[in-house]
């Protein structure tokens, strides 16, 4: 799960997402207002103004993902929705409000989110809510990682690739990471498993060969840590500017790279734990800041 970058969207998408939600709020009873969203969520790139707002909003969630157009939940697939945080059906006061978009693929948005709503009442329990019924409590039982990082609620374990709490999380903050889990299914999903295990696999190879061409004294030495497939690079320069020039390569691959909760459990946890991890950082501290 991934804390997009924050960015603003124009002030005319502003104005229009404002008209759009007072109609719902307007509404006299709780469903109508959903009913209300509904509809007005599906007609709302129907109008030449309602189109340009929702291209404005589409363009500046994708300009805000860490990794290219990959979704903000499960950091593997496609994103291709503009994926409500709090579901509209169950808080439909927030169905045109900005900070409640985020972008997910269709997966993680449409099948596992939709129908699942818990919330917290004030003593931070958890209750279940019916779809059609209003939630009994104001508190969505899900971590917003428009607004929270879900690097503080969740941590990779690198030996069996699934999420962990943080510890030391207090009784709210445990239910949101749970439920969370539970919702988008992240350490059910046997594929995204697999995929976090090829990252590390991934990000290790990118940083001991980067560790190795840095540590070549002679350029023939430096091409053999190279592959076909990195970028191609001017050997003409001297040796020092080409190292200079890979680095700043393979940093930008790695930023922006798939599943980066897995560089961060690398950089957070076996940076410190792992004895070739601690090698490599040992050569090159400054990855520890990538
Ligand atoms: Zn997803």
Known sequence: MIQ???????TSTVRRLKDLQKRINDQPTFKDMVKKAQSLWKSKSGSKVGKAAFEDIKQ???DMCVSVEVCN??????????EHISPKSFFPKLTFVWLNYL????????????????????NDNTHFVKRGTQPPHPIYAFINPRLENPNDFLILNMQTF?????????????AKAEKTLEILQLNERSKLLEARES???????RIERLVNIL?????????????????????????????????????????IHQHPSVWHAIKKVESMTNSNWKNLFNQIPEALTW
């Open 4 to 10: 997009p970058a924050s960015k603003n969207i124009k």
């Open 60 to 62: 500046t969630l994708i």
């Open 73 to 82: 939940y499960c950091e593997q697939n496609e994103a291709n929705d503009i």
């Open 103 to 122: 972008l997910a693929c269709a997966k993680c948005n449409t099948i596992l989110k939709s129908d699942k709503c818990y919330v917290l009442d004030a």
């Open 162 to 174: 699934e999420f962990e709490l943080m510890p030391g999380l207090n009784k709210k903050d445990t």
């Open 199 to 205: 990252a590390a696999k991934y990000y290790y190879d």
């Open 215 to 255: 540590n070549s004294r002679t350029l023939p030495e430096l091409k053999s840590h190279l592959t076909p497939y990195d970028t191609r690079f001017d050997f003409s320069q001297n040796i020092t500017t080409i190292k200079a020039e890979i680095k700043t390569s393979f940093k930008n691959n790695i930023q």
